[in-house]
């Protein structure tokens, strides 16, 4: 049997060993982005969370007439779950503050939470919670302020 161009076989081996290297990285490299994209770091959504909250918070002002001495009354005219905003508030964080005028000076109305002073740290500290404050008018034209803040990071859970 005889050898003959045993040098192009060498070179052809060695390029396709180049190639199969390089498909296999493209390989690994696709699935360690896929696992980074799937388990990445958690969604910040505490300012959407805290507005959208705010915009429902200020139109039921607006259109209820809401009696604050009774704390259940806010809930169920503002169509709030009571639950998930009071008896899970350890893992939730979101506070809500509503006062008549300005919440500097005026009569606190309602008020879930007490970190509030953090809603002035937005750029510190990008761990500190994200607040909304919006000044609304009730049913009887009174000025209401309405501070909602949000420290609640969203992460993607397998179950």
């Not at 809500?96 to 510190?124: A, H, P, T, V, Y």
Request: proline share 1%; with cysteine; hydrophobic share 40%.
């Amino acid at each position: 049997m005889k050898l003959f161009n045993k040098r192009a076989e060498a070179v052809g081996n060695q390029t396709m060993w180049l190639w199969s290297m390089f498909l296999i990285l493209i390989a690994a490299g696709g699935i360690a982005a896929g696992v980074l994209i799937f388990y990445g770091y958690e969604y910040d959504s505490r300012t959407p969370e805290a507005n959208i909250l705010n915009n429902i918070i200020s139109n039921c002002l607006s259109q209820e007439k809401i009696n604050f001495s009774h704390e259940a009354d806010f809930y169920s005219k503002c169509r709030l779950n009571r639950k998930v905003l009071l008896e899970e508030y350890n893992f939730t964080k979101i506070n809500i503050l509503i006062c008549k005028e300005d919440c500097k000076d005026g009569e606190i109305l309602f008020q879930l939470g007490s970190d509030f002073q953090s809603c002035n740290f937005k750029g510190k500290n990008e761990k500190y919670q994200r607040c909304i404050e919006r000044f609304s008018k009730d049913v009887e034209g009174n000025t209401l302020q309405v501070i909602v803040g949000s420290n609640h990071l969203i992460r993607r859970v397998n179950t």
